[in-house]
C-alpha cells in the first residue's frame, strides 16, 4: 500500500511547479501585450475621432485631420501634448506666412515658389539650431507653408485669390487633428512622465553621489580606472532633456517651474565636476596621503551619502527629503569652514561643497516632481547659449535645394501631381534635416514605411472601402489597419517606420463624405508622395550631415574657443553661466561621441570654472596683474609659457602662505592654480589649438 501511495507527493509539487510557471509566463505576456495593444487602440480611435470631426464639419480634405491625429498621437501622455501644442503653433504660423507669402507675389509663380523654398531652408535652418519639441514646431511652420502653396498652386500653378481660404481650411483640418489625439490621449492615459523623469533622476543621483563618495577612497590607478564611469553618467545626464520636456508638456505646473528642472540637470553636472575634481587631485598624490586627504573630505559628506545604499528613494522622499536636504546644506558650510593645511585638500573640500550646491538643486527638482502643490521659486536664466550654426546652414542649404529641384521638375514636365510632390518633398527634408547624421536613415525609413502605406491604402481603398456602406462600419475596418500598427508604434526599432506607414495610408486613402474610386488619380497621388520623398531622400545623400566626428570635432573647437574668450576677456561671466553654456556644449555632442572628445569638453568646463573662481579671489588679493599675463597666454595658445607662468604664481602664492597671518583665500588660490596647470598638461595636444580657434 505504501509503495502505491507514494509517488502522489513527488507528481504533484513539479504540477504545482509548472502552474506557477504556466501563471508567471501569461502574466508576463499580458504585461507585455496590454499596453501595446492600448496603444494600437488608442490610434485608431484618434484617427476614427478626427474624420468623424472632419466629416461632420464637412471640411474639404478630411485626410489632413486623420494625418495629424497619426502623427500627434505618442505612447506617452506628455509627448503627445508637447507635439501637439508645438504642431498647432507652427501650423499656425505656416498658415499665416502661406497668406503673406502670395500677398508678395500676386502674380508670379516663380516668386511664390521661389518663396517658399527659401522659406523651407530657413525653417530647416531653425528647426536645427532649436532643440525637441520647438525643432518640431519650427520644421512644421515649414512644411505646412508648402501644403498650403500646394494647394494654392493647383494643377497649373496659378496664384488665386483663394489663398486665405485654403490656409484656413488646411489649418482647421490639421488642427481637428490635433484635438482628436489630445483628447483621445488624455482620456485613456493617466500619464507617467513625470513619474518616468523622477525615478530617471533619482537614480542618476544615485550613481553621481556614489561615485562621488567612492571617488575619496581611491587613489592612483584606482582613479583612472573610474574614469568611464564618469563618462557613461554623463551621457546619461545629457540625455534626460527629453524626459524634461515630456514632462513639462504633461504636467501644467511643471510648465512654470522648468527652470527648476533645468537646474537639476545642470546640479547633476555640478556633482560630476565635483567627482572630475576629487580624481585629478587624488591620482598623482601617494596613496598614503591620498588616503588621508581623502578621508577628511569623505567624513564631512552627509552621513546618507556615506550608507552605501541609494540617497534618494521616490517611495518614501516626502519625509526624506526635507532632512537630507538639510543635511546637505549643513555639509557643504563644513566643508567650506574646514581648515585646511594643503592646496590640494582645499580644493577637494571646495570641489565637495560644489558638488553638495549642485545636489541641493537636484534634491529641489526631485521634490518638485514629488509633490505637485510644493511651491519654488522660478530660478534666474544663466544665459544664452550659441551653438554650431554649420548643421543648421547645411540644413537649409539642402532644404532649400530639394524644393527647388521639385519646383523644377514640376515646371519642366507640367505634371499635374506636382504641388504634392513639392508638399511631401518639403515634409520630409525638413522634419529630418534636425536629426544630423541620423536624416539619411530618417528619410529612408520614412521612404519604406510610406511605400507599405501606400501599398496598404490602394488595397484597402480599392478592396475594402467599396464593402463599407456606412461609417461605423468604415471605423471597424481602418482597426484592422489603426491597431497594429499602433502596436508596433510602441517597439522603438520599428516606431517611424509604422508612423511612416500610418501617415501615408491616410493620405492615400483619401477618406472623404463622398468616396472617389479614380484609380489614376489615386496612383498619381502615390507616386507624387513617393517622388517628393525620394528627391528629398536624394538631397540628404548629395549633401549629407555632418559626421558624428565633424560634429563632436566642432564641439571641442567650439569649448576651445568659449574658453579662449573666457581667458582673453575680463568680463562678468558667473560660475553658473559658464556651467551652463558648457553643458549645452555637452548637450550637442552626438550619442557615439568618442570618449576623448567627451574628457576634452569636459576638461575645458573644469579649466574655465577654476579661471573664474581665481578671477573671483584676484580681485581681493594682489596677484591679479600675474594671473591675467597667465590666462593672455594661454588664451593665445601659447600653453608652455601660461604654465611656466602658472608655476611662478605658485611660488608666489606658496611663499605668501609661508608667511604668518596668511589667508585662507590664498590656499583656494593655490589649489586652482595647480588644477589649471594639471589640466593643461594632461590635454596639452587639445589646449595647444587655443591660439588657432
Not at 319 to 343: D, F, K, N, S, Y
Not at 359 to 376: K, N
Request: net charge neutral.
Amino acid at each position: 500500500m505504501h509503495s502505491v501511495a507514494a509517488p502522489e507527493p513527488t507528481t504533484a509539487k513539479p504540477a504545482a511547479r509548472l502552474d506557477g510557471l504556466g501563471d508567471w509566463a501569461l502574466a508576463s505576456i499580458a504585461g507585455w501585450v496590454a499596453p501595446k495593444l492600448l496603444h494600437g487602440l488608442r490610434l485608431w480611435g484618434a484617427v476614427c475621432l478626427a474624420l468623424y470631426l472632419a466629416f461632420w464639419l464637412e471640411l474639404d480634405n478630411p485626410y489632413w485631420a486623420g494625418m495629424s491625429a497619426v502623427i500627434v498621437c505618442q505612447p506617452s501622455l506628455g509627448a503627445s501634448l508637447r507635439k501637439s501644442s508645438y504642431r498647432l503653433f507652427g501650423t499656425i504660423v505656416g498658415a499665416a506666412f502661406a497668406v503673406v507669402l502670395a500677398a508678395c507675389f500676386p502674380q508670379s509663380r516663380l516668386g511664390f515658389m521661389a518663396g517658399l523654398a527659401i522659406w523651407g531652408g530657413a525653417c530647416a535652418f531653425v528647426a536645427t539650431v532649436l532643440r525637441d519639441y520647438a525643432s518640431y514646431g519650427a520644421a512644421l511652420a515649414g512644411y505646412t507653408t508648402a501644403i498650403i502653396g500646394a494647394g494654392a498652386l493647383g494643377a497649373t500653378g496659378g496664384i488665386g485669390s483663394e489663398i486665405f481660404t485654403i490656409a484656413i481650411l488646411r489649418a482647421s483640418e490639421i488642427s481637428v487633428g490635433i484635438v482628436s489625439a489630445s483628447l483621445v490621449v488624455a482620456a485613456t492615459s493617466i500619464g507617467s512622465a513625470r513619474r518616468t523623469l523622477l525615478v530617471e533622476l533619482c537614480h542618476l543621483t544615485n550613481d553621481a553621489t556614489r561615485g562621488l563618495a567612492d571617488a575619496y577612497l581611491e587613489t592612483g590607478t584606482e582613479q583612472a580606472a573610474s574614469r568611464p564611469r564618469r563618462h557613461v553618467l554623463v551621457s546619461r545626464v545629457i540625455a534626460i532633456s527629453p524626459l524634461v520636456e515630456n514632462a513639462i508638456g504633461e504636467e501644467y505646473d511643471l510648465r512654470h517651474s522648468r527652470s527648476v528642472l533645468r537646474s537639476a540637470a545642470a546640479g547633476l553636472v555640478s556633482v560630476m565636476s565635483g567627482w572630475r575634481t576629487a580624481a585629478n587631485c587624488l591620482e598623482p598624490m601617494a596613496a598614503d596621503e591620498g588616503m588621508r586627504e581623502g578621508a577628511i573630505v569623505r567624513q564631512l559628506l552627509p552621513r546618507e551619502l556615506l550608507a552605501g545604499g541609494a540617497l534618494v528613494n521616490p517611495a518614501n522622499w516626502h519625509a526624506q527629503g526635507p532632512l537630507l536636504r538639510q543635511g546637505v546644506i549643513q555639509a557643504v558650510r563644513a566643508l567650506e569652514r574646514l581648515p585646511a593645511e594643503t592646496p590640494s585638500l582645499r580644493l577637494m573640500a571646495d570641489g565637495a561643497a560644489e558638488a553638495l550646491l549642485g545636489l541641493v538643486h537636484i534634491l529641489d527638482g526631485i521634490t518638485l516632481l514629488d509633490d505637485p502643490l510644493h511651491h519654488l521659486p522660478a530660478r534666474r536664466s544663466p544665459g544664452r547659449y550659441i551653438p554650431d550654426l554649420l548643421p543648421a546652414v547645411l540644413s537649409a542649404t539642402r532644404t532649400a535645394i530639394a524644393i527647388g529641384a521639385v519646383e523644377a521638375l514640376w515646371i519642366v514636365t507640367a505634371w499635374p501631381s506636382g504641388p504634392t510632390a513639392i508638399a511631401f518633398a518639403a515634409l520630409s527634408i525638413i522634419l529630418f534635416s534636425p536629426r544630423g547624421d541620423l536624416a539619411y536613415l530618417a528619410a529612408k525609413g520614412f521612404m519604406l514605411g510610406g511605400s507599405y502605406g501606400i501599398g496598404l491604402a490602394l488595397a484597402f481603398k480599392f478592396g475594402v472601402l467599396p464593402a463599407c456602406a456606412h461609417y461605423e462600419s468604415t471605423g471597424i475596418a481602418l482597426a484592422l489597419v489603426f491597431v497594429p500598427l499602433g502596436m508596433l508604434a510602441t517597439v522603438p526599432s520599428v516606431a517611424a517606420m509604422s508612423s511612416a506607414t500610418a501617415v501615408l495610408f491616410v493620405r492615400v486613402l483619401e477618406p472623404e463624405n463622398q468616396m472617389s474610386y479614380d484609380a489614376e488619380s489615386t496612383w498619381n497621388l502615390a507616386l507624387a508622395i513617393f517622388i517628393g520623398i525620394l528627391v528629398a531622400k536624394a538631397a540628404m545623400s548629395l549633401f549629407p550631415s555632418l559626421s558624428p566626428e565633424a560634429r563632436a570635432s566642432r564641439a571641442a573647437r567650439g569649448a576651445l574657443r568659449d574658453l579662449r574668450r573666457l581667458a582673453l576677456e575680463q568680463g562678468t561671466v558667473e560660475v553658473a553661466e559658464w556651467e551652463h553654456r558648457s553643458y549645452r556644449r555637452l548637450a550637442d555632442l552626438p550619442p557615439t561621441v568618442d570618449t576623448l572628445v567627451l574628457a576634452r569638453c569636459v576638461a575645458a568646463l573644469s579649466l574655465g570654472s577654476a579661471i573664474l573662481r581665481l578671477r573671483r579671489i584676484a580681485d581681493r588679493s594682489r596677484f591679479r596683474i600675474e594671473l591675467e599675463q597667465a590666462l593672455h597666454l594661454l588664451g593665445h595658445g601659447r600653453r608652455e609659457e601660461a604654465i611656466g607662468r602658472l608655476a611662478q604664481l605658485d611660488r608666489q602664492l606658496s611663499e605668501a602662505f609661508a608667511l604668518p597671518g596668511r589667508p585662507a583665500e590664498l590656499l583656494r588660490a593655490l589649489g586652482n592654480v595647480r588644477l589649471i596647470s594639471a589640466t593643461l598638461t594632461s590635454h596639452a595636444e587639445y589646449f595647444d589649438r587655443m591660439g588657432a580657434t
